[in-house]
């Protein structure tokens, strides 16, 4: 995979649904070099698990809502993970073609917005999302 500094990937959760997820790395040099990708993606489970599982619990929508889009920070000791989920208006799907067939998988109204920074970096939760 080449990686840029805002990447948009498609996680498969279920055989026909996927999570998109837009990944921004302040400084890819250092991300590159600390091969940090599969590391990432593999915290980034127990979230989408989190969500994807507790989303149907006893809170009203909007509550559940309101609290997945609250900025949230994961710190680990080669790098620090901010995230958020954002609802998506307009619900998206997309077609994969296997062979010679096409297959449509739907894409989950939320979509995971993360930073992946260097550890300790003291910036608050609320500037990484300021130019969203």
């Known amino acids: ?15 026909s649904t996927l999570l998109r997820v837009v990944l ?20 980034l489970h127990p979230i989408i698990v ?5 989303a ?10 309101k609290e997945v889009e609250c900025p949230k920070s994961l710190n680990q000791a080669r790098y620090r993970i901010v995230y958020r989920f954002l609802w998506q208006d307009v619900h998206y799907a997309m077609l994969q073609r296997d062979h010679r067939r096409y297959k449509s998988l739907s894409i989950y109204p939320y979509q995971l917005i993360v930073f992946v920074d260097k550890p300790n970096h003291q910036a608050s939760l609320e500037t990484y999302f300021a130019a969203q």
């Open 50 to 54: 989190g969500l994807l599982v507790n």
């Open 24 to 43: 921004q790395v302040q400084d890819l040099e250092w991300y590159k070099q600390e091969d940090l990708h599969p590391a990432v993606v593999k915290a």
């Open 56 to 65: 149907n619990l006893g809170k009203s929508a909007s509550k559940r809502k």
């Open 1 to 15: 995979m080449r990686l840029q500094k805002r990447n948009v990937i498609h996680l498969l959760v279920t055989p």
